[in-house]
T-cell receptor
Framework: ETGVTQSPTHLIKTRGQQVTLRCSSQ?????VSWYQQALGQGPQFIFQ???????GRGNFPPRFSGLQFPNYSSELNVNALELDDSALYLC?????????????FGSGTRLTVV | GENVEQHPSTLSVQEGDSAVIKCTYS??????FPWYKQELGKGPQLIID?????GEKKDQRIAVTLNKTAKHFSLHITETQPEDSAVYFC???????????FGQGTRLTINP
């Protein structure tokens, strides 16, 4: 069984640009959640997708948006990048429709905004 | 909303000794408490979890205890080994809710 894969692993963007991060969920998992982890901090919930719809959102502005595809893979899009968006972005998949048990995290995408 | 506090931020123990990491939570409705281990360059990996209807859970050298009245839970690692060195995160959630709320993390170093 394959785990959660994220791409790219590292990315450098300029302030004001847009970025798209990608995540392939673990086989058999239909729910994907995205977290932002600033350096030295715990992950913070951005949003969750289930059956291709947003299923809960944390305290992040609308310039953070996402998609889930029929194969359960997902994208995180961030518009108008700010320096504070520099962080490790983690994708986690889980087998249930709702709930947060059985999370499997990917290794993340390290985004640097300059 | 839920807030999770984790202590200590760094912990250094001799190989073979025990390590204890403590977390407190604020929302009495929280009833799911996982612990994650994060190694350098990797995502968090679930090592043990506990639900609010259980006071203690063990898995080999790892145990978690939960005190619902005091709203705190702890991770206990016995007979520590060098490969236990990592950052450990506690988290809390309301079962069925969408999000985990994480603590700030504890950097555990096992000294040979």
């Amino acid at each position: 069984e394959t785990g959660v894969t994220q791409s790219p692993t590292h990315l450098i963007k300029t302030r004001g640009q847009q970025v798209t991060l990608r995540c392939s969920s673990q086989s058999g998992h239909n729910t994907v959640s995205w977290y932002q982890q600033a350096l030295g901090q715990g992950p913070q919930f951005i949003f969750q997708y289930y059956r291709e719809e947003e299923n809960g959102r944390g305290n992040f502005p609308p310039r953070f948006s996402g998609l889930q595809f029929p194969n359960y893979s997902s994208e995180l899009n961030v518009n108008a990048l700010e320096l504070d968006d520099s962080a490790l972005y983690l994708c986690a998949s889980s087998p249930g429709g709702q709930g947060n048990y059985g999370y499997t995290f990917g290794s993340g995408t390290r985004l640097t905004v300059v | 909303g839920e807030n999770v506090e984790q202590h200590p931020s760094t912990l250094s123990v001799q190989e073979g000794d025990s390590a204890v990491i403590k977390c407190t939570y604020s929302d009495s409705a929280s009833n799911y408490f996982p612990w994650y281990k994060q190694e350098l360059g990797k995502g968090p990996q679930l090592i043990i979890d506990i639900r609010s209807n259980v006071g203690e859970k063990k898995d080999q050298r790892i145990a978690v205890t939960l005190n619902k009245t005091a709203k705190h839970f702890s991770l206990h690692i016995t007979e520590t080994q060098p490969e236990d060195s990592a950052v450990y995160f506690c988290a809390a959630a309301i079962q069925g809710a969408q999000k985990l709320v994480f603590g700030q993390g504890t950097r555990l170093t096992i000294n040979p």
